[in-house]
């Protein structure tokens, strides 16, 4: 007979207000198998768990339920509080009456019935709970990081440094990622590459990081700490340790394309240098640029190399590695200018994007750091910075803010400013958001400096007048529409997350948000892990941030990778599939559905289970036709009856 | 020399194939030597209900009841003999579990009482009426089953518990010799279209085969004649819903990862003819949904 | 059943605990309603429902069943959602033969942040069902 205890938590007002958790514990206690039921405040609480322990050990219980929020938020800390007093943890259930009751029901008879019917249900299923225990497993050491950029650099690094090696793979040509495009970085003004360079230096000839770029995660398989990961490495065409950056490879290739780094303000040719500081530190071929490389329809670029640096016969390379633990640190783009139509962005070249404008005023862009009009090529003597350009707009682009447009923008008013002392210089606002260390400080001293017009207005209209650009909108303080006539207009666009997010986020089994940014487990609490365990995330990945918060989020994700890849072994969930020899007659098909190829039938003419390749996703239990291999903690009788409670079958 | 036990036999709708599997079975005649045979309507005799109220209650040692229960005639009839026998057994697979018999049960009432010779009632197993003591699946019982079920009932000295199913509690499959070569199924492949290989299990060939699912213990006669397991001995120890049962065995062998759609799936499964004759032959009288309902559509 | 009570629907749902069983939350999370009619169980996978689980409610007297999981392709363990759904696919058939209404039971792939979109789903299957009227199957068991 069961001795089960019911522990219904009133969450504060969080249930209380919805449930009446006295009725609840009442009618529990009635239940056949139950022989104790309370309700209390605060069951996560040190108090709270404290009664667990203490009922469990007066009551000699062998199950308990506790009815309160979502598994996901508690399950842990109250199996804790069970095992201490000496309950298996595996014989505690949770009843969500939180989330799936008084939060989002409002009538008190109706939500306190589901309530009641629901720690029943829980009731059932601890009713056919056995003693598990968790199953010790051997772990890889190593680290994959996806994605090169600041925040990829940093969790490499950290990882590196904590002992344990790390594979970083980058799939544009070079690591550095948006930062090594800044001219300089708020509120500090410190130049970008001089602050990021030595951490890309470092990253390269760290003994513990093995650098794969031009590269691209394609497969992940297994589970935390035991992931194999495959990657393919696209032919630079290249030989890295051969090429002297002579250039001349570059000069006679006859191809020109727009030039990422530069955002398509330049050129550059097929086989080209990503740019100055780029590591891996050599050129690289850019094959659906080239004429063709099979068959050679060119060879000028091969003919010139004085060290022979280029094969045409590289081939991609597929290889497989085996990590513990995956940081995922991809990056943002900006949000297509194209889709503001309204603005020109996209069609009119004088409207640029905010990473245009930081190549523009670079002084080794493609400008010089001159500023001048894309178009043609005047000097630039007055500009409309727009904030907001496609963020906070729930109706037609992105609901939400990115973060860090207000304060550089006010960075880029300044180096306008700087580069023309005589230029006019309008930033259109909705609202001044520099809330980080120094910002606000920062920004004042340009808002407040007069050498700037800060308007606080949405930006309605720009058109092309051919010789200049007008910009229609509104000073919201004075009440007065605005025309203002300006030779370029620079868009704050919104962050987005980087092309390919949503196909890595599938390949690694993680999830994204309704913004497509990698979805982190707990927004408030967890936000560098996911979901899944063993893969975690940092950067703009996860949502627009600067480049602080950035380096912080890769420090904490190596912290959380660096807890796995040390750990003496790893503990396996026990909830896997268990065979019933009795009924087992090795028909085979759970070893046909099996995706992890745990349960195999062996000679003796039964299935058998690898506990450590099964992950108790109950395929294998619900092909059955025999009912010989369930759950363990999870079989159909316990489903069973968790029905009839639920529907009430049974008063 | 202990008394005699007294047997009765009676054979309610069928085919008549469960009385000729007990004449086939070599040890009848020692059977018939070790009981009382009071009566086996219809094979000897034909017996009315008056004539079997005529027995003492509880007379009747064991009482072997093989054929469907449909319509009141059947129940009553049913009921009149679980009065008067101390054991009954539900003897093949129409007395078990409804038989073939019970896919008549996804027409409607107004569709069975318009056939000509149909009762136009619904079809249910034996248990659904009467306590049920011991259970003979097949269809008819195989001999293996008939032999277990003679000693067992009439030559061993102890009755055998109640709730005894004299067929094995695993599957088929444990008698099967053919070898597995597993594979995802990729297509339905139909018997008469080509034979299949002696060797190899059938589902892993593409055939529809009930053996997973269904009680072993008939020595897999079927599989060894080149045929599969139709189900006949209904489903395995702890399984309620036989069809249901292999239904998801099947659907889930079927499987094209790596498509973003259910497209090929379907189309696999679309394949299958006639889902319930398949999957439901013997047992549809005793799923979980038993028998149609009217529900609007 | 009088003529006075108003038929309230019992669903059912079998929520992969991954996706929509956390979309069902985010609904608690952020306080939007949806109607009671839902007893939520929640399952590692679609993949471990089976045909037994669904007529069993039906059964016992479930007038709908909510199969929630990951969209094809998003399944963390390879294609168990899609095995599942293979599985509803044939017994729809079955259920089509007994005179069940098949739309009786609704998959729905809802991802762990759509939260909205699982209100929405619950309320729309409610009224369905609702209209659909009560499940005889529990009357003929």
């Known amino acids: 007979m069961s001795r089960i205890g019911v522990f219904v938590c009133h969450c504060g007002m969080n249930i209380e207000e919805t449930v009446d958790t006295r009725r609840v514990a009442d009618t529990l206690k009635l239940y056949p198998g139950v022989v104790h039921a309370e309700d209390y405040d605060y069951m996560c609480s040190e108090i709270g768990q404290q009664k667990i322990r203490d009922v469990i050990v007066e009551h000699n219980l062998d199950g308990v339920v506790v009815a309160s929020c979502t598994p996901a938020m508690h399950q842990e800390t109250f199996r804790n509080a069970a095992e201490e007093a000496g309950l298996n943890r595996y014989r505690l259930e949770v009843a969500n009456i939180r989330e799936q009751v008084s939060w989002v029901h409002s009538d008190r008879e109706v939500a306190t019935q589901k309530a009641i019917r629901m720690a029943r249900a829980a009731v059932e299923k601890v009713r056919g709970d056995d003693d598990l225990e968790a199953i010790a497993v051997d772990h890889e050491t190593r680290c994959l990081v996806v994605g090169g950029g600041i925040s990829g650099i940093q969790a490499a690094i950290d990882v590196a440094n904590s002992g344990h090696k790390v594979i970083l793979v980058e799939k544009d040509p070079s690591i550095g990622g948006h930062m090594a495009q800044l001219s300089v970085t708020f509120p500090t003004l410190d130049c970008a590459q001089c602050i990021l360079t030595p951490r890309m230096v470092e990253a390269s000839r760290h003994p513990n990081i093995e650098l794969l770029t031009y590269s691209e995660v394609v497969k992940v398989a297994g589970f935390m700490g035991n992931y194999e990961v495959t990657i393919r490495k696209n032919p630079t065409y290249v030989d890295a340790d051969k090429c002297n950056l002579c250039d001349k490879c570059s000069e006679v290739c006859p191809v020109g394309v727009k030039e990422e780094f530069n955002e398509g303000l330049s050129e550059r040719k097929a086989i080209y240098l990503p740019f100055e500081q780029a590591i891996p530190s050599s050129y690289v071929l850019d094959e659906n640029a080239c004429l063709g490389v099979k068959p050679i329809r060119c060879g000028l670029c091969q003919d010139v190399c004085d060290v022979g640096a280029i094969d045409y016969d590289m081939a991609p390379e597929v290889i497989t590695e085996k990590v513990g633990a995956i940081i995922v640190a991809t990056g943002y783009d900006l949000y297509d200018p194209s889709h503001l139509t309204e603005y020109g962005g996209g069609k009119y070249p004088d409207v640029v994007t905010s990473l245009q404008f930081e190549r523009m005023v670079h002084p080794s862009g493609p400008m010089k750091g001159q500023l001048r009009r894309p178009s043609d090529g005047r000097s630039v003597k007055s500009v409309a910075f727009v904030h907001c350009a496609g963020s906070r707009d729930p109706g037609r682009h992105k609901p939400y803010c990115s973060r860090i447009c207000c304060t550089y923008t006010a960075k880029h008013a300044l180096l306008f400013k700087k580069g023309v002392p005589d230029g006019v210089a309008n930033v259109f606002y909705i609202d001044i958001r520099t809330d980080g260390k120094g910002y606000e400080e920062f920004a004042q001293g340009i808002i407040s400096g007069k050498r700037v017009r800060y308007i606080r207005g949405k930006v309605a209209k720009v058109v092309d007048e051919g010789d200049h650009l007008t910009v229609w909108g509104a000073d919201t303080l004075s009440g007065k529409r605005m025309e203002i006539d300006v030779d370029l207009v620079v868009l704050a666009m919104a962050m987005v997350p980087s092309e390919g997010t949503a196909e890595l986020a599938k390949t690694l089994h993680i999830n994204v948000d309704e913004n497509g940014f990698l979805k982190e487990a707990h927004l408030k609490l967890r936000p560098v892990e996911t979901t899944t365990a063993g893969v975690f995330i940092a950067g703009t990945a996860q949502g627009p941030k600067d480049i602080p918060d950035s380096v912080a989020q890769a420090s904490a994700a190596a912290a959380k990778a660096i807890a796995i890849l040390s750990a003496d072994k790893l503990s396996h969930s026990p909830e896997v599939a268990a065979v019933d020899e009795q009924l087992c007659s090795g028909c085979g098909i759970c070893a046909s559905v099996c995706p992890y190829d745990a349960v195999k039938v062996e000679r003796s003419g039964i299935a058998v289970v690898n506990e450590i390749l099964c992950f108790g996703c109950g395929v294998c239990a619900a092909s059955c036709p025999a009912g010989a291999i369930e759950i363990k903690n999870e079989r159909h009788a316990q489903i069973e009856e968790m029905i009839g409670v639920a529907l009430g079958s049974e008063k | 020399m202990p008394n005699k036990k007294t047997l009765a036999i009676y054979a309610a709708g069928g085919c008549g194939g469960c009385g000729q599997s007990l004449l086939l079975s070599p040890n009848l005649v020692l059977l018939l030597d070790r009981v009382d045979l009071l009566f086996w309507a219809s094979s000897t005799s034909d017996l009315t209900d008056e004539e079997i109220s005529a027995y003492d209650d509880r007379g009747i040692d064991l009482l072997i009841y093989a054929g469907t229960v449909r319509g009141n005639e059947n129940i009553a009839t049913a009921r009149l003999l679980r009065a008067k026998a101390k054991r009954v057994v539900a003897y093949g697979a129409c007395a078990h579990l409804g038989g073939l018999c019970g896919l008549a049960n996804v027409y409607s009432g107004a569709q069975l009482r318009a056939l000509p010779s149909a009762d136009g009632e619904f079809v249910q197993p034996l248990s659904s009426v009467i306590d049920v003591d011991y259970i003979l699946p097949g269809c008819p019982p195989p001999q293996a089953m008939v032999t277990r079920m003679m000693e067992e009932l009439f030559i061993a000295d102890v009755m055998p518990e109640q709730g005894t199913v004299f067929a094995s509690n695993k599957a088929v499959c444990a008698q099967c010799d053919r070898k597995h070569v597993p594979n995802p199924l990729s297509s339905v492949r139909r018997f008469h279209t080509a034979p299949p290989d002696p060797e190899i299990c059938l589902i892993d060939q593409g055939y529809i085969c009930l053996g997973p699912v269904t009680r072993g213990g008939c020595d897999a006669v079927c599989l060894k004649s080149n045929r599969p397991c139709t189900g006949c001995a209904g489903p395995v120890a702890g399984v309620r819903d036989q069809g249901g049962a292999i239904l998801h065995a099947l659907a889930s062998l079927v499987s094209f990862p790596g498509t973003d759609t259910e497209k090929k799936e379907h189309q696999v499964l679309d394949s299958i003819p006639d889902v319930i004759g398949t999957t439901y032959k013997y047992s549809a009288a005793s799923s979980i949904l038993k028998r149609r309902v009217n529900d609007g559509k | ?141």
């Open chain 3, 1 to 141: 059943m009088s003529d006075n009570t108003v038929f309230e629907p019992k669903i059912i749902a079998f929520l992969c605990k991954w996706t929509t069983y956390a979309a069902a939350d985010l609904c608690g999370v952020s306080r939007m309603p949806y109607p009671s009619n839902i007893s939520i169980i929640s399952v590692n996978c679609t993949g471990e429902v089976t045909a037994d689980m669904i007529l069993s409610s039906l059964a016992k007297g479930a007038d709908g069943i909510l199969i929630g999981g990951c969209r094809p392709g998003h399944c963390r363990y390879e294609d168990g959602n899609l095995k599942g759904s293979n599985r509803v696919y044939l017994l729809k058939r079955v259920l089509k033969e007994f005179g069940v209404n098949p739309d009786r039971i609704r998959e729905v792939g809802i991802a762990g942040a759509q939260g909205l979109i699982f209100q929405q789903a619950v309320e729309k299957f409610t009224a369905d069902i609702r209209a659909f009227g009560p499940c005889p199957v529990m009357s003929n068991a």
